[in-house]
Structures are given as structure tokens and as C-alpha cells.
T-cell receptor, first 114, second 111 residues
Framework: AQSVTQLGSHVSVSEGALVLLRCNYS??????LFWYVQYPNQGLQLLLK??????LVKGINGFEAEFKKSETSFHLTKPSAHMSDAAEYFC????????????FGTGTKLQVIP | DAMVIQNPRYQVTQFGKPVTLSCSQT?????MYWYQQKSSQAPKLLFH???????NEADTPDNFQSRRPNTSFCFLDIRSPGLGDAAMYLC??????????FGNGTRLTVT
């Protein structure tokens, strides 16, 4: 079985401040990990993914995440928050190899304060 | 641009009146999914098609059905919508184990 836990359903940061959204996973095999962003009344958009190789992955809109096997974590960061980053963020996990079901976390709503 | 398109964006139906939501894709992905997402919750997988093979999640109510007449199109049929079925319905596609590509969703209101 696999699962992800996102700590904090709501996170508020000031514009220009560091964004840190936390995700911990549980998987019986080395997983593939993803972060998706959802703006109001829209679908989910892929921000970044980790499959194999470099553990620090860069995504769109200045976001990055680091896969830490020892901590079973895949936290999302951005050095400086913009107002346009206000959205809901979902961490997701799947097993590698062929078709595998994706499991989503419960989401973190990011508020950016001017 | 290749994409996943859902129609309509907003759908209002009456309690018990059948409704169909549609999804089309130009990505030529072999896997298509339907997710239900209620307010401030994670998307919940209802079912998916792997090529022509239909895969139902164990906890998906019988009230929800799906059709995939060809690679590009997939439909979600709700036979007798209840108030609890009001939600955003998201269609997604993938190619084998590639990341999911989502449409913009259909927000269903049941009156």
C-alpha cells in the first residue's frame, strides 16, 4: 500500500517569503512522487515529479522539491512567494513500473498575504 | 496544444435526473480516469480505462457508470444524481506510468 500525508491543510506566507509545503510518503518500494497545483475551479496541473536520478527536482513557476529517502519526505519549496502562487497543492505518489494507481494527499491551501 | 477537454464546465441537474459529463483528449493517451473532488478534498478516483479495459474502484457507487467509445472520448454517466453527488468531476489521462494530465473539470450542481 502507498500513501501520502500533507502536514497543514492551510499555509499562509507573506509575499516574498519562503514557501514550504510538507509531504511525507509511505511506500513499500521506491516511489514516484509528484506535486500538482490546483487553481480555483480548474483541474490539477503538474508542478514537478521525481522518478529516479537527481533527488532535487525543479518544476514550473520556480518551485522545487527534494526527495529524501531517509526522511520519507518530498517537501515543496519556493524561495519567494508571489500572489499568483495562491492555490491548493497536492502531493501524490505512485509505484513505478507500467500502469500504477496514483494516490493523492489531502491538499494544502496556500494563502499569500500582500 | 494537446489537451484534455471537459464539457460542460458547469452542469446543473435535478435530483434523480440522469446526467452525462464528457471528456475528450488529443494526447493519444491510453489511460483515462474519472475523479470526483468535493470541496477542499483530494480527488477521489471513481474508475479508469486502461485502453478498452474498464476498472471500477471498489467503493464507487453503482449510480456512476462510464463509457469509452474510442481512444479520444470518455463519458461519465450518473444515473440518478443525489444531493451528495454535487462535486467537481475531473477527467485525466496518462500514457502508462506518465504523470496525469487533467482537464479543467465539470462542476456539477444537483438541485
Amino acid at each position: 500500500a502507498q500513501s501520502v500525508t500533507q502536514l497543514g491543510s492551510h499555509v499562509s506566507v507573506s509575499e516574498g517569503a519562503l514557501v514550504l509545503l510538507r509531504c511525507n510518503y509511505s511506500s513499500s518500494v521506491p516511489p514516484y512522487l509528484f506535486w500538482y497545483v490546483q487553481y480555483p475551479n480548474q483541474g490539477l496541473q503538474l508542478l514537478l515529479k521525481y522518478t529516479t536520478g537527481a533527488t532535487l527536482v525543479k518544476g514550473i513557476n520556480g518551485f522545487e522539491a527534494e526527495f529524501k529517502k531517509s526522511e520519507t519526505s518530498f517537501h515543496l519549496t519556493k524561495p519567494s512567494a508571489h500572489m499568483s502562487d495562491a492555490a491548493e497543492y497536492f502531493c501524490a505518489v505512485r509505484r513505478p513500473g507500467g500502469y500504477q494507481k496514483v494516490t493523492f494527499g489531502t491538499g494544502t491551501k496556500l494563502q499569500v498575504i500582500p | 496544444d494537446a489537451m484534455v477537454i471537459q464539457n460542460p464546465r458547469y452542469q446543473v441537474t435535478q435530483f434523480g435526473k440522469p446526467v452525462t459529463l464528457s471528456c475528450s483528449q488529443t494526447l493519444n493517451h491510453n489511460v483515462m480516469y474519472w475523479y470526483q473532488q468535493k470541496s477542499s478534498q483530494a480527488p477521489k478516483l471513481l474508475f479508469h480505462y486502461y485502453d478498452k479495459d474498464f476498472n471500477n474502484e471498489a467503493d464507487t457507487p453503482d449510480n456512476f457508470q462510464s463509457r469509452r467509445p474510442n481512444t479520444s472520448f470518455c463519458f461519465l454517466d450518473i444515473r440518478s444524481p443525489g444531493l451528495g453527488d454535487a462535486a467537481m468531476y475531473l477527467c485525466a489521462t496518462s500514457l502508462e506510468n506518465s504523470p496525469l494530465h487533467f482537464g479543467n473539470g465539470t462542476r456539477l450542481t444537483v438541485t
